[in-house]
């Protein structure tokens, strides 16, 4: 049987929408069955690979390395689903766009109480003047809102991809939920 190419990633998010992946438990060995891990956090792989059926990201995009990765994810990937609610509206991280400070790096790291030592700086990615969600940056194919999605609605989003039920036939979006 040849195996679903998928793959999972992590933009600016706090982790918890792959926390509540795994809380699949022992429906993570169905889906082993069934699929070919190619890229994800929970895996060491440093490139996004070429010709990936389904990918869900997770977090919202909010600096360059995100959108980089975003716009890779997008060209190699046949269906891209909207994964919690940061990447769905920008949820937490966008809480920063309110703030009005354009260069909120050099606010926090140089100029802020908790100075970051000298030097530290030049390995943070630049940030984006917004942080935005996923699909005002790449055209998305489906979206699975909550702050983490739980569990039973992963996994029925994920076996309908799976499946090639609807969602890998039509490109408009649906939401899961
Ligand atoms: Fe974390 Fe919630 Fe954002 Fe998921 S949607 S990355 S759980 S803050």
């Not at 940061?86 to 908790?114: F, H, K």
Request: proline fraction near 7%; hydrophobic fraction near 45%; glycine fraction near 8%.
């Amino acid at each position: 049987m040849n195996k679903i190419k998928f793959a999972t990633a992590w933009l600016g998010g706090c982790s918890g929408c792959h926390m509540s992946f795994l809380d699949l438990d022992e429906k993570l060995l169905e889906l082993a069955n069934k699929i070919e891990l190619v890229y994800s956090p929970i895996a060491d792989v440093k490139e996004f690979p070429e010709g990936v059926d389904v990918t869900l990201v997770e977090g919202a995009v909010a600096n360059l390395d995100n959108l980089r990765l975003a716009q890779q994810i997008r060209a190699r990937s046949r269906r891209v689903v909207s994964f919690g609610d940061c990447a769905v509206t920008g949820n937490v991280p966008s809480l920063r766009n309110t703030l009005g400070v354009d260069d909120l790096l050099t606010a926090v790291y140089q100029e802020g109480p908790g100075r970051h030592p000298a030097g530290g700086g030049e390995i943070l990615p630049r940030l984006l003047p917004k942080v935005l969600p996923l699909h005002q940056v790449i055209q998305v194919d489906a979206f699975l809102p909550g702050c983490p999605p739980d569990a039973e609605r992963i996994w029925a989003a994920v076996s309908a991809l799976l499946a090639d039920e609807p969602i890998l036939l039509e490109p408009a979006r649906r939401t899961f939920g």
